[in-house]
Structure formats: structure tokens, C-alpha cells
């Protein structure tokens, strides 16, 4: 029989690496969703899961690939079970980060503008990396694609962005 | 493939792990050195435009903290709203038990009032300076604009003044200055804009160090520098590309840049 007091120590360690976590998983659920809503609704149904299934995460380093997992089969399942509404982008990101300046706004607002246009299949590798700090390998497990393939993703996001964006694109590589 | 062509490609695809004979020719090719620095510095903004402020979410999760017995099911559970707007858990179904004996609720409720103190004292995180500092970049996605707008004398001026200090010109282009909350005292927060992209200095007159405190957690490198008498200086950067060298040359340029007046 398992010791009571230790199950309750690694349950609360648990729930505040969740706490922890999910304003990250927010935003990542936000970039994949490009819905406010829907990113709050999948983010709080995968934690659920999570705390469900708490027992069998056996390495506590392991918790964020996992969470992500669970994020992104959540997401999945809500694509599936609803017809998701037409994002209107300029709206949207509108909506995120008034209380910036107006030229930091504007810079901001130009380079969310261009990540949301970007194919989920560049925008999600690409937040992987940068936001969430997956390194390429993880991000090929996360995608069940090769790293190649993966690396390949992220250039392509990376050079459409920055032509999106205005940025001096003359001394990027070909692909 | 050439080294130019295959550097330029890596820093598109995996600018934190670049192999080590891609970093050499980085420093020895003028025109991917330039390449390098604008990329550097798109990789700033692009990160700075991905943190979004969830700021609502604060609430929501400071409503979610522990309120019932630890551990339970409904502490890790984020909060729905109602129709109100009001935060309520939704997975607040759970049936009371039924049928205890008086006696075992309350042995329980002594052995659970224990175990809760237990796990206080287990569980309550004892942060480093370095990681208070980290977390509280991760919340100001504003600071991190690269720019060459300097902010006004009289803002700068406001927010070092209950720190009995002023800034040198030799410190650099100030590009956000704002008086932050850090643990328990209001701090000034300042941005200087570095050919590597702007850097993050917090003044931590009530954070002492021995030593310099060197670290490199969640994306963000820097280094706590000790200021003698008047505690420390936190100095950090989100350049990957910016080695441990470089930033206490500039942590030490700004320390340098301050005038104590008090």
C-alpha cells in the first residue's frame, strides 16, 4: 500500500508544476486555436485529464512534452467534435496587449499578425521551439516527424515570417 | 552547401543549438556576423510576440490555489467562468461523504491538518534571486521592444529616485524604465538597448550575493552581480547567442554607469 503522505507530496508537487505551467500551455493552446475561448476550454479539459492521470507521469521532467501531448490531442478532439468559427486575425490580435505602446503595439501587432497567417504546419513547430523551448528532437516526437523534416518547418516559418514582416530577406539562404 | 549558406540556414532553423564549427565560422565571416545580429534580434521579437499577457488568467489561477484539503481534485482544476464572470471550479460536484463517525472526522481532519503542514513545509518553493528574477521577465513582454527610443529623463528619473540613484549616460540607450514589485519592494526596471538586443537590468538594493550568480534558465542568461552596500544588480539577456562573457561586460558597463546618491 502506497504511504499516504508521500502520495500527497508528489500530488502537490504535481499541481504546482501545473500551476507552473499553464500560462504557457495557455499560450500555446492561443497560437495552435487562435481563440481566446477556445484555448482557456482546451487548456482547462487537458488538465483535468492530466490530474486524472496524474499517476502514471513517473518522471516529473517529463511533464511538459506530456501536458503538450495531452494539449494537443485535446485540441484535435475539439476540431473534431465542433466546426471551429473563421478567426477574423486582425481582430484578434487586436484584442491581445492594449496596454503597450503604440509603437511597440504596432511592431507586435505586425509580427502576431504574421504568425497566426502562418500554416499550423510552420506556426507549430515554431512555438514548440520558441515558446515552450523544445528542442528539435522533441519537437519530432511531439509531430512524429523526422528532425530534418522538422528543422525544414522551422526555416520555412522563420523566412516567411521575416518577409511578412518587411525584414531585409537579401542574404537569406535558398531553400 | 556553403559555411555561409549553412550557417545562415541553422540560424532559420535552430539558432539555440548551433554546432560549434557553424558558431566559428559565425565569428569569422564579417557578412554572417551582421546576418547573425539582425537575426538575433527578429529571434527577440519573435518571443517577445509569442509571450502574450494572459493577464486575466492571474485571477483565475490564484483562485485555483489549494482552498480545500491538499491534494484534493479540485485544486489543480482551472476555473470556468460563470455567466457573471465569476470564477467557480468546474469540477465543483464532488458529494460530500456520508456516514463517518464523528471520532474519524476528527482524527482525520488533526491528521490532515498535519499532513498539510507537512507538505507546507516540503512543498513551499524556495526560489533562487535568478529564478524570481526569470519569472518576472516572463510576465513583461513589453520590455523586450528593440528599439532606439529612449525613454524621457523624467520617467527614468521617477523610477530611480526611491533607490537614491541616476544613470550615467555610459550605461546606453534606456528604452523602458518602470518600478516593478519584486519580492516585497518595488524595484526599478530598466531595458538598455545592446548591439546584441536589448538587455534587462533590475536593481536589487534589498537582494544581496556574495559572489557573481551566473544563470540560464527558461530561455533568459544573465548574471547577478553583488553591489557593494547597496545589494545587487541583476543584468539578463534572452540572446541566446550573447555568451556568459559578454553579458557581464555589460552588466559591469552598467554598474559602472550608476551614480549612488544616497
Redesign the interface.
Given at each position: 500500500m502506497r504511504d499516504?503522505?508521500v502520495?500527497?507530496?508528489k500530488?502537490?508537487?504535481?499541481?504546482?508544476l501545473?500551476?507552473s505551467l499553464?500560462?504557457d500551455l495557455?499560450?500555446f493552446a492561443?497560437?495552435l486555436s487562435r481563440d481566446r475561448a477556445v484555448a482557456?476550454d482546451v487548456?482547462?479539459e487537458s488538465?483535468?485529464r492530466a490530474?486524472k492521470a496524474r499517476d502514471t507521469l513517473e518522471d516529473e521532467k517529463a511533464a511538459k512534452p506530456w501536458l503538450l501531448t495531452i494539449i494537443r490531442r485535446e485540441y484535435a478532439r475539439t476540431f473534431e467534435r465542433k466546426r471551429l468559427t473563421t478567426v477574423n486575425l486582425d481582430d484578434l490580435v487586436a484584442s491581445?496587449?492594449p496596454?503597450?505602446?503604440a509603437?511597440?503595439a504596432q511592431?507586435?501587432a505586425e509580427?502576431?499578425l504574421a504568425?497566426f497567417k502562418l500554416p499550423v504546419e510552420y506556426r507549430e513547430p515554431l512555438?514548440l521551439?520558441?515558446?515552450m523551448?523544445c528542442?528539435?528532437a522533441e519537437i519530432a516526437e511531439q509531430l512524429n516527424l523526422s528532425t530534418g523534416a522538422v528543422?525544414?518547418r522551422?526555416?520555412r516559418a522563420?523566412?516567411q515570417?521575416?518577409v511578412l514582416?518587411g525584414?531585409?530577406t537579401s542574404?537569406?539562404?535558398e531553400e | 552547401m556553403t559555411a555561409c549558406t549553412a550557417y545562415r540556414r541553422a540560424l532559420l532553423s535552430d539558432p539555440r543549438e548551433l554546432p560549434e564549427e557553424l558558431l566559428a565560422h559565425g565569428r569569422e565571416c564579417a557578412d554572417c556576423t551582421a546576418f547573425a545580429e539582425r537575426a538575433a534580434r527578429f529571434e527577440a521579437r519573435l518571443e517577445g510576440a509569442m509571450r502574450l499577457n494572459w493577464t486575466h488568467d492571474r485571477a483565475a489561477a490564484a483562485g485555483a490555489l489549494p482552498e480545500a484539503a491538499a491534494g484534493s481534485e479540485a485544486d489543480v482544476i482551472p476555473l470556468r467562468r460563470d455567466a457573471a464572470g465569476v470564477g467557480v471550479h468546474a469540477a465543483a460536484r464532488v458529494p460530500a461523504p456520508a456516514g463517518r463517525s464523528r471520532w474519524f472526522a476528527v482524527a482525520a481532519t488533526f491528521a490532515l491538518a498535519a499532513a498539510t503542514l507537512g507538505l507546507l513545509w516540503i512543498a513551499v518553493p524556495r526560489t533562487s534571486i535568478a529564478g524570481d528574477v526569470v519569472t518576472h521577465m516572463a510576465d513583461e513582454p513589453a520590455a523586450w521592444a528593440v528599439t532606439d527610443a529612449a525613454v524621457s529623463a523624467a520617467q527614468l528619473d521617477a523610477v530611480l529616485r526611491d533607490t537614491h540613484m541616476r544613470l550615467e549616460e555610459g550605461a546606453g540607450v534606456v528604452s523602458y524604465a518602470s518600478s516593478c514589485e519584486f519580492r516585497g519592494h518595488r524595484v526599478p526596471h530598466l531595458v538598455v538597448q545592446d548591439a546584441s538586443g536589448p538587455v534587462t537590468v533590475m536593481v536589487l538594493v534589498h537582494e544581496s550575493v556574495r559572489t557573481p550568480v551566473e544563470f540560464d534558465e527558461q530561455h533568459y542568461r544573465g548574471v547577478i552581480l553583488p553591489v557593494p552596500a547597496h545589494g545587487s544588480i541583476a543584468v539578463l539577456t534572452r540572446n541566446q547567442l550573447v555568451d556568459q562573457a559578454a553579458i557581464e561586460r555589460i552588466a559591469k558597463r552598467v554598474e559602472n554607469a550608476i551614480a549612488w546618491t544616497g
Open positions: 499516504p503522505l502520495l500527497n507530496q500530488h502537490a508537487r504535481f499541481q504546482a501545473c500551476q499553464r500560462p495557455l499560450r492561443l497560437w482557456e487548456v482547462q488538465l483535468l490530474w491581445e496587449e496596454g503597450l505602446a509603437s511597440d511592431e507586435l509580427l502576431r504568425i512555438i521551439q520558441v515558446l523551448g528542442s528539435t528543422l525544414t522551422l526555416f522563420r523566412r515570417l521575416r514582416c525584414e531585409d542574404l537569406d539562404p | -
